[in-house]
């Protein structure tokens, strides 16, 4: 059973931008925290965003603070990131996240992923 799905990759210049999104099923997306992680070849997955809707709070990484922004749709059950000014270390897979329980930062933390989708920045 299909959880979450991520759209909106694609291959953008420096500079562009691109909106992720991340359809998630009623059960799902009802957990407090989401989060976008992503990967690229070689290096371990890394945190990227989350956001706790209880408390209406959003948390970054410092890589992307100030160019990304992590928002929710309840109405579509999608969570989206927004990204703007990208750069060519942006480039890789990014993966939508539901978290189960402790530190948010830690993609242990979080026990339901999407597929991914691909985000290439040409220089």
């Known amino acids: 059973q299909v959880q979450l799905v991520e759209s909106g990759g694609g291959l953008v210049q420096a500079g562009g931008s691109l909106r992720l999104s991340c359809a998630a099923s009623?059960?799902?997306?009802?957990?407090?925290?989401m989060g976008w992680f992503r990967q690229a070849p070689g290096k371990e997955r890394e945190f990227v965003a989350a956001?706790?809707?209880?408390?209406?709070?959003?948390y970054y990484a410092d890589s992307v603070k100030g160019r990304f922004t992590i928002s929710r749709d309840n109405a579509k059950n999608t969570v989206y990131l927004q990204m703007n000014s990208l750069k060519p270390e942006d480039t890789a897979v990014y993966y939508c996240?539901?978290?189960?329980?402790?530190?948010?930062?830690?993609?242990?933390?979080?026990?339901?992923w999407g597929q991914g989708t691909q985000v290439t920045v040409s220089s």
């Open positions: 956001l706790n809707w209880i408390r209406s709070s959003t």
């Open positions: 009623r059960r799902t997306f009802s957990t407090v925290t």
């Open positions: 996240a539901a978290h189960r329980s402790g530190n948010f930062y830690n993609s242990l933390s979080y026990n339901t």
